[in-house]
């Protein structure tokens, strides 16, 4: 078992206040994170729904490059945009979409989408949402 953390200290309400959100290992620098940013209006800080599309989109990569090499086409380059959106009037996540461009040798388009969907699936942090949050994929294969 391995465990991840992060920390956030907030001061102030939510509306005017303001946080800082740091990571355990120290690997990422400590980010600023308002609700302002949060709720589509510009500011210099993170979301955590900006985190959440990072995770997503780092995990997918990950379970996509087990998956293709299990199949015995291994990825030169897998690129993935994660986008999560938030809907402040219901204070929810409400989907996240994976785009991946990709440059798999000796796999033709139809294999790369039946193995984009297969890690969709697998993905610990799409299990994670399942239920709760929309995911879709789109693919394109160079």
Do not use: Y
């Amino acid at each position: 078992m391995t465990e991840s953390t992060a920390t956030s200290v907030w001061h102030g309400t939510l509306r005017e206040g303001r946080g800082r959100t740091s990571f355990g290992t120290g690997a990422l620098p400590e980010v600023g994170v308002t609700w302002a940013a949060r709720a589509g209006t510009p500011d210099n800080g993170t979301t955590p729904e900006e985190l959440l599309a990072a995770a997503h989109a780092t995990c997918f990569a990950m379970a996509l490059a087990a998956g293709l090499a299990r199949g015995g086409t291994p990825p030169e380059e897998l690129r993935v945009r994660a986008t999560c959106t938030f809907d402040p009037g219901e204070v929810r996540i409400t989907t996240v979409a994976l785009a991946v461009d990709a440059a798999v040798p000796g796999l033709d388009a139809a294999g790369f989408e039946a193995a984009a969907g297969a890690a969709k699936d697998g993905c610990p942090v799409s299990k994670a949402l399942k239920g709760n949050v929309a995911i879709s994929v789109q693919t394109t294969l160079r």
